[in-house]
């Protein structure tokens, strides 16, 4: 902390900052120099081939297309169109996963409208046979129930009893 530094001028007060550093007379300190910039009062740019942060990142390209803050933007530009085409190969079997996906759920689709299919035509089976087994049940119920009226000794009885005891036996199931 330079302590009544901040009133001094800029020249006098670079002065006391160490080499690759800059005084900052908003915060009244000394601070490292910018991207890019080295030396006393962070005067110079980088020297080709370095680039960056305190000049420590070296440029793969011409004097005249290294930038002494970012390096070399055309290699920064092929780099990221370098990029995106792996990104288009890394698209391709998301393509082709779809595909999948589309086949594997049609598939699917049609073999639930098939068990629909099948499982509707053994139910209608198994209810049919069913309904003949008890029309079967039914109809020798009914005539078991004619033959009680033929043999009972009363005409009379056989009429008013047989019928009613049939009928009241029948419909006490259902």
């Keep these: 902390?330079?302590?009544g530094l901040e009133?001094?001028?800029t020249n006098e007060t670079s002065a006391l900052c160490s080499t690759d550093h800059l005084w900052d007379s908003k915060k009244s300190v000394?601070?490292?120099c910018d991207v890019g910039f080295y030396g006393i009062n962070c005067s110079e740019p980088c020297r080709y081939p370095n680039y960056g942060h305190e000049c420590q990142h070296?440029?793969?390209?011409?004097k005249t297309a290294c930038d002494n803050k970012i390096g070399c933007p055309i290699e920064i530009l092929n780099a990221i169109t370098e990029s995106s085409k792996g990104d288009d190969k890394r698209r391709q079997p998301s393509e082709n996963n779809t595909i999948v996906i589309v086949a594997t759920l049609t598939t699917g689709f049609l073999?639930?409208?098939v068990s629909i299919i099948v499982v509707t035509k053994l139910?209608?089976?198994h209810f049919s046979r069913r309904?003949?087994?008890t029309e079967r049940n039914i109809d020798s119920f009914v005539v078991e129930c004619i033959m009680r009226e033929d043999r009972?000794?009363?005409r009379e009885s056989a009429v008013n009893y047989a019928p009613r005891v049939c009928y009241e036996t029948l419909y006490s199931d259902i």
Excluded: D, F, Y
């Excluded at 070296?58 to 011409?62: A, K, P, T, V």
């Design 1 to 3: 902390n330079l302590m």
């Design 7 to 9: 009133n001094l001028p």
């Design 30 to 32: 000394c601070k490292e």
């Design 58 to 62: 070296q440029c793969n390209c011409s």
């Design 111 to 113: 073999l639930v409208i």
């Design 123 to 125: 139910l209608k089976r």
């Design 131 to 133: 309904i003949l087994t």
């Design 152 to 154: 009972a000794s009363s």
